[in-house]
């Protein structure tokens, strides 16, 4: 019952479902219909608009409009004849609009018929709209706007079909838009608008209205009858969660027109949102040519034909979203060579929103002229960012609007007059001036080969270049007749359109003495073409600095814009100067300037000993004219000797004061009777600049006073700024006074004198004008003695097998200045066997009584690393414990710390240690029995007991098992215990059982190991030979290390690395000379030792039970107390024995133990208690059992496969060679 009754539900649920391809079918059978909705809050406002006009089906508003149209031109017919109507007037009028974003594109049709014979201006009330452009039975009408009017010039009698396109913004609130603009009154009239689906359009002053779908559109139609406005509201019935894909595109199109050639070039900046587009399809006219499409992710492009214009299709790799851009460059020709042409708009169809700039170039030699604008609204003082070339030339900006632009051009012609531009570099200079001209000629007339230029007069014509289009010609040139004329004829003829070059280079002599005496006027020159309606140019004067400029005279020349950038840094001064005139004048007036100079001086002043040495430099600049004499001061000083050096020294001499003033004609000097006057004559004069450099010695004939120190003095300078470097050596103190002078850093002193100081800098100042005073006085301070070298370390390594003597190697860091040969003395048992300083083999030297020299490297900055290696007899043999005292080698110098590391065999236990070391590590010695046992008891007793109850022991053990292979001896060479045994020993320090308990497994059950193949020559040719013969035995190797070793002298050292295996101590201390003695005791000792008290435990207790001093239970407990207690406390070495004693004791009790249950092993009781004994022995010994059931852990090694002739595998196929690890077995 309760299945039927589920069957039912179920069966019942499915019948309510609906079908979702019936549903959507029925929308789209729906949506084909004209349905009218209405919101249930705007049912008021839809029922009151029954007083304007009501709602109908578009098969009877077709109807209702041919009829009421019939009948009203029968009623207008009747009333008032066309006749007798002598103003134009409009007839019927068609409005059709689109709707694009926030803008109404509406392009009206009116018929117009005018009576009356003249033209006529008809008011064309147009109000609340942007107009764009008007035609008048397709001509370009005359219709403007006077006194915010609109009106309209009618030509004579006729009918006329006028089309107006205009703007229309829409004011959005939400999703309701409002608009409303004036018209001119009509006979009849009705509004087509053509929207999207989502757009809802209700007219608010028609007779009726009616809409319908046209494909994925809507058409709104309106009657208008004969109102004088047009008024409808738009409803965006999107809602704002539907998502649908907006492309937003901000474009910049860039027209350039030519005369044969119409380029354009469109760069579209998309940004895509609410979805992916996998392609753009753009409308482009039919007589325009694709010449580029470029951009990010573009696969290809297509051009499809449609009736009017055609389509381009450009379609991208993979889809795209977000924000994008490519460009496309399209060309049209003007092949009839037409007066008017047409360009129309490239545009991206679908857009929800467009916007940029359309600017429109013309070449440089045509003119254009606007006829028609459609959507496109001209932008004032266009802002032109973009580069172009020179030849082009910005008409004018428009911005672009959500709709298609079309704009048409008319050509005009260009009158052509030759050109003339000129720039001309005037170079006045100390003996001549140098004149460049470059003139460059343009629209000549066809065929012009000979050029004739007004040459100036008194200059001298040096050469004449000639290019056309920037391409060299032969040209032949003369200068001919009284008038000065300059003749130029060329072997190729011009053309219009060519562009001639003329690089003029002509000089005029200065006559230099007359300018000594007096100023001079000089004219300024200009080549004219006489050919030339319009000449433009530039002139550049470029005055040396000898002359000064007094007056100038320009006529026609105008400062350019150029003469800012004169820089005040500028050697010459150079002016600038614009001209447009066919004969510009001008003249200059100018005069030698009087020689200047100013000097920068630096003086390195080092005070070693008893001397001061000088360097001084002085830099004479010369602000204006020429120089050939410089004099300087310096003081006087008993067998004084100075050395000038200098470019162009024709002689140096001394002179005196009078002579001096004679020449310089100075009314004053500074005091100089301390001071010799020296003068430095040149071969030839100098300009601009000019170093001297003086050097002099003086000897400290004073110390500790304060003495003048001994300066250069320039003089006739305007100034003299200067700086001052005191130097001493390091033995030398100095101290100043000083005053007039400024203290500066040391990177403030210049760089330009080639003087470098080697002594430390104690002062450097600066001086800015004189006078200025500056004493020193010079104190010499001895020595101290420092260390001459150091060992930084020193670190000591001794190796010994229980056969084998001790190897020593001692390595030292030391710093070493000058100390040649380094004292080690060596203990008198120390046999040296090989030296070597930073890894290269010395030849030691030897001394008395066991003294090694070593030759060190003198002044290094590097650490000297130096090794010492040989080896040292064993004294104690044959004894339980094995001592044996330890020396390091003893130096001359000091060292600052001591590392010791000694090696010994596995089976030594150290006994005791002792030395001159204040901390030695502790041993590794074992743990009471008693407290192993225990600890043993508490971690193994619970995690063996989980073991032993799981059933994955028994799994693993299972799958092990079924692991087990052929490959044995391979895990077993690569076993824990044997890896371990291999790598060394252990560390004293270091926990045997933390290490243990460390340990990890691998899975899986084969560890990836990398492998190195290489090539052992050791390996003889023949294979059966046995390894078993490079084995010695102990005896002969004894015997070998006691032998001769072949010592030899003269030689090279060998670099010796001494073995570090077994067990390791290390110790460290500061300071050097250390001494360590060892005490060790083996295994095999420690071990017989053991068995021996254990023995003896067992027969005491025995004895004390026989004589009943001690019961067996009092025994045990004293053993077990006493010997784990003491231990712990003195005499930890001994442990082992204590070990023994308890074991003794232990045993005693297991066979007094195991003599009671044997006879007690009838009875039920003794039955028991060996069950619970067999318990407790398992769970001790257990952990053992399942330690090696588990997977030990497996070091990562590196396989080393010898080899003779070829590589026993192929490395190239394998990549890792693995090893089983010991679990697998």
């Known amino acids: 019952m309760k299945k039927r009754l589920l069957f039912l539900i179920c069966f019942f649920l499915l019948c309510s479902i609906n079908d979702p391809a019936s549903a959507e079918n029925e929308l789209q059978n729906r949506t084909k219909e004209t349905f009218v909705f209405f919101p249930a809050d705007e049912i008021k406002s839809v029922l009151d608009i029954e007083k304007e006009g009501i709602f109908v089906s578009y098969k009877d508003y077709k109807e209702l409009y041919e009829k009421a149209k019939t009948e009203f031109l029968k009623m207008r017919r009747e009333v008032l004849p066309p006749l007798e109507i002598k103003q134009p007037y409009i007839v019927q009028a068609n409005y059709s609009g689109t709707i694009k974003g926030d803008i109404l594109a509406i392009s009206a049709n009116y018929k117009i018929v005018n009576n009356n014979e003249k033209p006529q201006v008809m008011e064309f009330p147009l109000e609340g709209v942007l107009y764009l452009n008007a035609t008048l039975n397709d001509k370009k009408a005359l219709f403007y706007d006077q006194d915010g009017n609109y009106k309209i010039v009618i030509p004579n009698k006729g009918d006329y079909t006028l089309s107006i396109d205009f703007l229309v913004p829409i004011d959005f609130n939400k999703k309701k838009g409002i608009i409303s603009f004036k018209i001119p009154k009509t006979l009849l009239g009705d509004i087509t608008l053509v929207s999207d689906l989502f757009y809802d359009i209700r007219f608010q002053n028609v007779l009726f209205s009616s809409k319908k779908q046209i494909d994925d559109k809507m058409e709104f139609v309106g009657f208008i009858s004969d109102k004088d406005n047009i008024a409808f509201e738009i409803t965006n019935r999107r809602t704002s969660g539907e998502k649908r894909v907006k492309i937003v595109s901000d474009e910049k199109h ?423 006057i020296w003068n430095v004559v040149l071969q030839k004069e100098a300009k601009e600049s000019y170093l001297l450099e003086i050097d002099y010695q003086q000897i400290i004939e004073k110390f500790n006073t304060l003495v003048d120190v001994p300066l250069v003095m320039p003089l006739d300078v305007l100034n003299d700024t200067g700086y001052i470097v005191l130097e001493a050596s390091k033995n030398t103190e100095i101290a100043t006074e000083k005053s007039g002078l400024n203290d500066i850093e040391a990177y403030e002193i210049p760089k330009w004198p080639s003087y470098t100081p080697s002594n430390r800098i104690v002062e450097s100042l600066c001086y800015f004008t004189r006078p200025f005073t500056f004493k020193t006085a010079v104190t010499r301070r001895d020595e101290s003695p420092v260390l001459a070298s150091i060992a930084v370390s020193e670190n000591h390594s001794f190796t010994f097998d229980t056969d084998s003597p001790v190897f020593f190697e001692s390595s030292y860091i030391i710093k070493n200045t000058n100390l040649q040969f380094l004292e080690i003395q060596l203990p008198s048992n120390f046999e040296l066997w090989g030296a070597t300083i930073q890894g290269k083999g010395i030849k030691p030297r030897k001394g008395k009584n066991n003294l090694l020299l070593i030759p060190l490297p003198v002044d290094t900055n590097e650490n000297i690393d130096l090794r010492l290696t040989g080896q040292i007899p064993k004294t104690s043999k044959g004894s339980i414990l094995k001592s044996l005292v330890l020396y390091s080698p003893k130096l001359n110098i000091p060292s600052l710390q001591t590392n010791v590391n000694i090696y010994f065999p596995v089976d030594y236990s150290i006994f005791n240690i002792s030395g001159n070391y204040e901390y030695f590590p502790e041993p590794d010695y074992k743990k009471p029995m008693l407290l192993s046992l225990f600890s043993n008891l508490s971690s193994y007793f619970i995690q063996n007991f989980g073991n032993l109850t799981s059933p994955a022991l028994y799994a693993r053990r299972g799958l092990q098992g079924r692991l087990k292979s052929s490959s044995d001896d391979i895990g077993d060479q690569f076993s824990y215990g044997t890896m371990q045994q291999s790598r060394g020993g252990r560390q004293v320090f270091v926990d045997r059982e933390e290490t243990l308990s460390g340990t990890v497994q691998y899975e899986p059950y084969y560890l990836s190991t990398d492998y190195n193949i290489i090539r052992d020559e050791s390996i003889t040719q023949d294979d059966s030979a046995d390894i078993s013969r490079f084995k010695t035995s102990g005896p002969k190797q004894q015997d070998i290390l006691q032998g001769d070793y072949q010592k030899k002298k003269g030689i090279l050292s060998l670099n010796i690395s001494i073995p570090k295996e077994g067990d390791s101590l290390y110790v460290d201390k500061l300071w050097g000379n250390s001494r360590l003695s060892l005490t060790f005791i083996s295994e095999t000792w420690k071990k017989s030792l053991m068995l021996f008290f254990t023995f003896l435990f067992v027969g005491l207790g025995f004895y004390l039970r026989k004589n009943r001093t001690m019961t067996p239970f009092s025994f045990l407990i004293t053993t077990l107390l006493l010997c784990t207690l003491v231990p712990m406390v003195i005499m930890k070495s001994l442990i082992f024995i204590f070990n023994g004693a308890i074991l003794g004791s232990i045993i005693f009790i297991l066979i007094l133990l195991i003599i009671s249950l044997a006879k007690q092993t009838l009875n039920k009781s003794g039955f028991h208690l060996i069950t619970i004994l067999l318990v407790i022995t398992g769970t001790i010994f257990s952990p053992q059992i399942l330690r090696a059931e588990e997977t030990k852990p497996f070091p990562l090694i590196k396989v080393y496969v010898p080899y003779k002739n070829d590589v026993p595998i192929d490395v190239n196929s394998i990549g890792n060679i693995y090893i089983p690890t010991d679990d697998y077995f």
């Open 254 to 676: 860039q027209v350039n027109i030519n005369n044969d050639l119409i380029e354009h070039t469109a760069l579209y900046s998309l940004d895509i949102q609410n979805g992916k587009v996998n392609s753009f399809d753009l409308s482009i006219g039919k007589n325009i040519h694709i010449h580029d499409v470029s951009g990010n992710g573009i696969s290809g492009w297509s051009r499809e034909s449609k009736t009017d214009t055609d389509i381009l299709h450009i379609n991208f790799h993979v889809p795209l979203n977000g924000k994008t851009s490519f460009s496309l460059k399209t060309y049209q020709y003007n092949e009839e060579k037409t007066k008017s042409f047409e360009i129309s708009d490239i545009q991206i169809k679908d857009l929800f929103e467009r916007k940029g700039i359309l600017t429109v170039y013309y070449d440089e030699n045509i003119r254009i002229d606007t006829e028609n604008i459609k959507f496109l609204l001209p932008l004032k003082g266009p802002s032109i960012t973009e580069d172009t070339d020179d030849s082009w030339l910005v008409y004018k900006q428009f911005r672009i609007l959500n709709l298609p632009y079309e704009i048409s051009f008319s050509l005009k012609d260009v009158p052509i007059q030759t050109a003339m531009q000129q720039y001309s570099q005037m170079n006045i200079e100390s003996s001549k001036i140098n004149l460049n001209s470059q003139i460059v000629l343009s629209s000549l007339p066809q065929g012009t080969t000979q050029f004739v230029f007004r040459y100036p007069k008194g200059y001298i014509l040096r050469e004449v270049f000639a290019s056309i289009n920037d391409q060299p010609v032969k040209e032949n040139h003369e200068i001919k007749g009284e008038e000065n004329n300059l003749y130029i004829e060329v072997r190729q003829p011009v053309s219009s359109k060519d562009t001639i070059s003329f690089s003029i280079l002509s000089e005029q002599f200065l006559d230099e003495e007359s300018l000594k005496n007096k100023s001079q006027t000089i004219t300024i020159p200009a080549i004219t073409y006489s050919q030339t309606q319009n000449m433009t140019g530039t002139l550049e004067i470029s005055i040396d600095e000898l002359f000064l400029l007094e007056d100038i005279i320009l006529k026609g020349y105008m400062p350019s814009d150029m003469m800012i950038a004169s820089s005040s840094e500028a050697k010459n001064k150079i002016l600038y100067y614009n001209f447009r005139s066919l004969s510009p004048e001008g003249s200059i007036l100018l005069s030698l300037r009087k020689a200047e100079q100013t000097t920068k001086s630096v003086t390195f002043l080092a005070a070693d000993e008893n001397l001061i040495q000088t360097n001084a430099y002085i830099q004479y600049e010369i602000t204006a004219g020429k120089k050939d004499s410089f004099y300087f001061a310096i003081p006087k000083w008993n067998d004084s000797k100075i050395n000038i050096e200098g470019e162009n020294i024709k002689e140096k001499k001394k002179v005196s004061l009078d002579k001096l003033q004679k020449e310089l004609k100075i009314p004053s000097l500074p005091d100089l009777d301390n001071y010799d």
